[in-house]
């Protein structure tokens, strides 16, 4: 299953929200995950099953979507949601990776 | 809190082996698989594929089968995996796992860059 992230590079500033979009080759249910990556840390998972916050993920993130599109918004940006994010989906094996999208700090 | 520990960047030369480990902590081990993935920038994370850290079985993405060889050492609970005749595609960051079956991934390891060169 080939997944789709756009934008690639989306520049906003700290309270603003913004949208990333992922879409899957064929439906995936609501199997779907969405990952944060910065520089030095561990990769850390935010959402999975499509729009269930992982613990610790704070309210601000959501996700929506099923089938073959889905979005992660980030509402009221904070300094340190500037990161790489990537989806997933594990409907089919193997699990496939969206090609990121980087969030800059405008 | 549960961590996966990975060993250090390797320096291999083409043609030759690497073997990477992930020492996991914070959780009973063998109650989660370990995968194991993939990233370089031209064709982004790939995944390679999981261990059952229970059985020692292994499922691995078509793509990596006879390069990859995952391995488990439970006394200290510890996943492996190896890579054989290295090529400059081989190149990477390496990224162990946790996962809870064949779905998504709630630990990571902090990687490991392997960089096979001459």
């Known amino acids: 299953v080939q997944m789709t992230q756009s934008p690639s590079y989306l520049a906003a500033s700290p309270g603003e929200s913004v949208s990333i979009s992922c879409k899957a080759s064929?439906?995936?249910?609501?199997?779907l995950a969405w990952y944060q990556e910065k520089p030095g840390k561990a990769n850390k998972l935010l959402i999975h099953s499509g729009s269930t916050l992982q613990s610790g993920t704070p309210s601000r993130f959501s996700g929506s979507g099923s089938g073959t599109d889905f979005t992660l918004t980030i509402r009221s940006l904070e300094s340190e949601d500037f990161a790489v994010y990537y989806c997933?989906?594990?409907?089919?094996?193997?699990?496939?990776f969206g090609a990121g999208t980087k969030l800059e700090l405008k | 809190q549960v961590q996966l520990q990975q060993s250090g960047a390797e320096l291999a030369k083409p043609g030759s082996s690497v073997k990477i480990s992930c020492k996991a902590s914070?959780?009973?081990?063998?109650?989660?698989?370990i995968s194991w993935i993939k990233q370089t920038t031209g064709q982004g994370l790939e995944y390679i594929g999981y261990i059952n850290t229970g059985s020692g079985g292994t499922n691995y993405n078509e793509k990596f089968k006879g390069k990859a060889t995952l391995t488990v050492d439970k006394s200290s609970s510890t996943a492996f995996m190896q890579l054989s005749s290295l090529t400059p595609d081989d190149s990477a960051v390496y990224y162990c796992?946790?996962?809870?079956?064949?779905?998504?991934?709630?630990?990571w390891g902090q990687g490991v860059m392997v960089t096979v060169s001459s």
């Open positions: 914070g959780y009973t081990f063998t109650s989660y698989y």
């Open positions: 064929k439906s995936i249910s609501n199997n």
């Open positions: 997933q989906q594990y409907n089919e094996y193997p699990p496939t």
């Open positions: 796992a946790r996962e809870g079956g064949i779905d998504y991934f709630d630990y």
